[in-house]
Every structure is written in structure tokens, then in C-alpha cells.
């Protein structure tokens, strides 16, 4: 049993008026929101747990997938009285995942067609493994991932001065598509925390952090740019679900 967790707290600010009544999960790609696509392509996997955190109009989402029962999967909801970021989301439903070995942490506002059977297939594959996470090539980014020969994380950098990045010798990107043994619930402190700024660091540490570059299409929703591309793609076939 492998559990999956949306992240969908977020605000989504940066598409102003696209945002302003609709959170941004529930964006509309094709006959479908971002969060539907999602979910659908989870069950393409056996993957029907499924856990959503919520802040922001929160009922929209809700009042559409209910339990998840019509869509063929079960769906608990994480609610938020304020945002707890991306590690602090995890820890409040610890009681929840811990249930499984490995769990899936996906950003509410990504759309991609990656296959999770082979990126848990890959995080089984590394025995002291922590966290393995989904990264892709870009020059210019707003994080850091070195990588050696067994893809082991050597060098991660959330929001790296200008410094940083003349020294960094690849251009792999944070991805926001995670797997995670449930060991790594016992590095997140209660309250709010981040993934890339206050717990990769520790993992990557202890030896534990992984990467597994990008097969597949990924485009992340931060900009009405992007999400206009992402609609064009999807038009013209690019995502193969």
C-alpha cells in the first residue's frame, strides 16, 4: 500500500486574477483541473490512497471529489488554519502515512505524466534511501541538485546566491515530485517547515537523498505563462497520460 499526498494549500498569487475564486489545483488543463489529472493518473498506478492538504477555498475542492468514492479512489483531507509548507503538511498527517513504507508527496500545481511505478521502483532500489526525489535540467533555477554515479544527493541548495551558482558544476533542478520512506517523518518538527529549505539538507546528510532524473513531461503552474504553455501542450498531445 502506498500512500500519495497533493499539496494543496497554496494560494497561487502569482496567476492573480486566474486565482482570485479558484484555487489553483483546480485549474482547468483540457476536460480536467490539475488536481483531477492528478489523481486520475495515481490510480493508473494502484495508487488510490490519497491525502490533500487545504487552505485556500478549500470547499471547492472538496465539494467536487468528496471521498473520492467517484473516482475510484479514497480521499482524506489535511485542513490548515494556517499554510505549514511542504514538510510541515507531512508531519501533521504522520498518523496517516506512517501506515505505509513509502509514500508519494506530489505539489498541487504540478501536471506531469511521470510513471511512479518506476520512481518507487527506484527508491526500493537504494537500500539506505531516505527520500528520492524527481529533478529535471535547467540552467537557471531557484535550487541546486548535484548528483554522483549512484545518484545519490551530494550538493542541494534551495534559493542559492549568485555565488553558488558560478560554483555549481550541473544544472538538475528540484522537481516537487518526492518519494519517501516513513523514517523521514521522524526528521520533520511539528509546526511549519519546507522540504528544500530545512529538511533535504538533513537528509542529504545522513547519506539518504536521492535523485532520479525526469522521464516525461512535468510543468509546474507558477506563472499564467506556464500555465497557458501547459494548456497548449496538453492541446497538442505533449502529455501522455
Not at 69 to 81: H, M, R
Not at 161 to 177: H, P, R, Y
Request: charged share 25%; net charge negative.
Amino acid at each position: 500500500m502506498t500512500y500519495a499526498m497533493i499539496l494543496c494549500a497554496g494560494f497561487g498569487t502569482r496567476l492573480n486574477e486566474l486565482t482570485k475564486d479558484t484555487p489553483k489545483p483546480m485549474l482547468k488543463v483540457g476536460d480536467k483541473s490539475i488536481l483531477g489529472h492528478t489523481i486520475s493518473h495515481l490510480k493508473s498506478f494502484g495508487i488510490t490512497k490519497i491525502i490533500i492538504n487545504l487552505h485556500y477555498l478549500s470547499e471547492q475542492i472538496t465539494s467536487y471529489f468528496g471521498n473520492g468514492e467517484k473516482f475510484g479512489v479514497e480521499i482524506l483531507y489535511s485542513y490548515e488554519d494556517e499554510p505549514l509548507g511542504t514538510s510541515g503538511a507531512i508531519k501533521k498527517v504522520e498518523n496517516i502515512l506512517e501506515k505505509s513504507e513509502n509514500f508519494l508527496v506530489i505539489y498541487g500545481d504540478i501536471l506531469t505524466d511521470l510513471n511512479y511505478a518506476d520512481l518507487i521502483g527506484f527508491h526500493k532500489s537504494k537500500e539506505n534511501a531516505l527520500a528520492s526525489i524527481i529533478v529535471h535540467e535547467r540552467s537557471k533555477s531557484n535550487s541546486i541538485v548535484e548528483i554522483n554515479d549512484d545518484n545519490r544527493v551530494v550538493n542541494f541548495v534551495e534559493r542559492p546566491s549568485e555565488d553558488q551558482l558560478e560554483l555549481k558544476t550541473q544544472n538538475w533542478v528540484n522537481s516537487g515530485i518526492y518519494c519517501f520512506d516513513k523514517k523521514v517523518l521522524e526528521l520533520i518538527p511539528e509546526g511549519f517547515s519546507d522540504f528544500p529549505k530545512d529538511i533535504f539538507p538533513k537528509i542529504m546528510q545522513l547519506e539518504g537523498l536521492y535523485a532520479q532524473p525526469l522521464k516525461g513531461y512535468r510543468c509546474a503552474v507558477d506563472s499564467v505563462e506556464r500555465y497557458s504553455m501547459l494548456k497548449l501542450d496538453y492541446e497538442n498531445g505533449k502529455i501522455k497520460f
